[in-house]
């Protein structure tokens, strides 16, 4: 299968761990050893507990587009970091940088996102792994 | 003792004066901590949750080198292997409980109110509430195990001490955040200890016991502390309420 060369790197970086703790296992989940960084536009913000999801599209060098989600901190973890509802919306270009699903799956644990103006919010529980 | 010698006294010196200000500072009176109208220390407030002094940001676990050594047949009911049955691997991804101590120990707010007769321990993470009656009554012994088990304060000076017993066989810490192939487990014969003391305005020394004689062949304990965040007060605990978006039960998200 060919590999997409397109906004989307998948590196090899070798684990920083720490303890995740969020209601199920980061360690299950998603691989430490699969990071991802991507660049799109948000379709879709779910800012619910247990943890906020956010859709991103996209598109690559023949243009196809693929819909990634990711995942991020509970509401209350960000509201209390100073990080409201309104940071993030669709039509929002970002980068994203998290770690992907196991299951290989267009999901990842969503790290950091960066701004066109290069504003970036960290989005991930507090429990977990940050993109270095 | 004019025998000594002047750098094996002033060893010897300095070693009285670390031992006085030690005992100093374990005897001295906290007198300026808060307290309720009873004398009693008020723990009253917004708490980080319990963890080794200067450590951040991940949920606490216990430490393997503090532990007892295993009774014969201990070691396996301690660690529990996954089977790859979402239902047995992830329980909290289904919005299980996750028992106590674990749900204490997440990277999150811990709020305390106290009355003379009970505190509350509320602790933000699937906002599971303590009720803990500070009376020292007698255990019950014929209720259910639960997750949360039946914790009973009691004074011991200004330290409260709180016996948790009819416990649920659950997880004890959340050690499966770290290990995706296994996670430690308490048994029913599990009673928990914890020691708080309010050491200053914005310390409790908290130290844990896990007295579980079906694994382990003795009481062992950590020392712990919570710090206070009195700029959590305006705001106090968020809500979360785990069946609200859950895209992970099963313990594979869904999109």
Sequence with gaps: MRKRSVALTLGLLLSTATAPSAHHSFTAEYDANQPVKISGVVTRVEWQNPHIWFFVDVKDDKGAVANWGFSGAPPGVLQRRGISRNALKAGDTIVVEGFRARDGSNNASGGKVTFADGRSVFTASNEDRAPK | ?255
């Excluded at chain 2, 914005?202 to 694994?215: C, G, H, N, R």
Aim: aromatic share 12%; proline share 9%.
């Design chain 2, 1 to 255: 003792m004019p025998n000594i010698r002047p750098f094996t006294r002033r060893l010897a010196t300095l070693i009285v004066l670390g031992l006085a200000a030690t005992l100093g500072a374990q005897s001295k009176p906290a007198s300026d901590i808060p307290r309720l109208a009873n004398g009693k220390p008020d723990f009253t407030g917004m708490w980080d949750n319990p963890k080794e002094p200067g450590a951040r940001g991940a949920a606490t676990v216990f430490d393997k080198a503090k532990m007892a050594p295993f009774v014969p047949g201990g070691e396996a009911l301690f660690y529990e292997p996954r089977t790859g049955d979402p239902r047995h691997d992830e329980p909290r991804a289904f919005c299980m409980p996750s028992g106590f101590p674990s749900a204490f120990l997440g990277p999150y707010p811990v709020q305390f109110i106290q009355t003379p007769q009970h505190l509350v321990m509320s602790t933000e993470f699937m906002n599971v509430t303590r009720i803990i009656p500070l009376d020292g009554r007698a255990h019950k012994t014929d209720i259910e195990p639960t997750f949360y088990g039946e914790p009973v304060g009691r004074w011991e000076g200004d330290t409260l001490v709180i016996e948790g017993r009819n416990y649920k066989r659950w997880s004890l810490d959340d050690w499966y955040y770290q290990n995706p192939k296994e996670y430690r487990m308490h048994s029913e014969a599990f009673r928990s200890i914890e020691r708080l003391r309010r050491v200053d305005a914005d310390t409790i020394a908290y130290e844990f016991t896990v007295d579980d004689p079906k694994i382990f062949t003795r009481p062992w304990s950590v020392q712990w502390q919570m710090k206070r965040h009195p700029e959590w007060d305006k705001v106090g605990l968020y809500e979360m309420v785990c069946n609200e978006n859950n895209r992970c039960e099963g313990g594979k998200c869904r999109q």
